[in-house]
């Protein structure tokens, strides 16, 4: 099945299924803690991914050795503005 983690706008975790724990190795307590802390290189390439706009979804392939992953990031928004990402 598919990971999926949802990043508030201050870059933590604010959900993470058993699947993104279980590709990108996180601890079951991830949610609540900085993404860049627990995701190190695999958050920088979705920010990268987010580079090209704020409204749109970006995908990047992110190859760490033994697996390649194909992130594919979106902005979580209400009508009036941009609460978080989810991946």
Request: proline residues 2%.
């Amino acid at each position: 099945s598919e990971g999926l983690i949802l990043f508030d706008n201050e870059d933590v975790i604010v959900l993470a299924n058993e699947s993104a724990r279980r590709y990108l190795s996180l601890p079951a307590d991830c949610e609540g803690k900085s993404a860049g802390e627990a995701l190190g290189v695999v958050f920088a390439s979705i920010k990268d991914a987010l580079r090209g706009g704020e409204k749109d979804s970006h995908a990047v392939q992110l190859d760490l050795g033994e697996r390649v992953f194909q992130i594919a990031a979106s902005p979580v928004a209400t009508s009036k503005k941009n609460i978080g990402v989810v991946c």
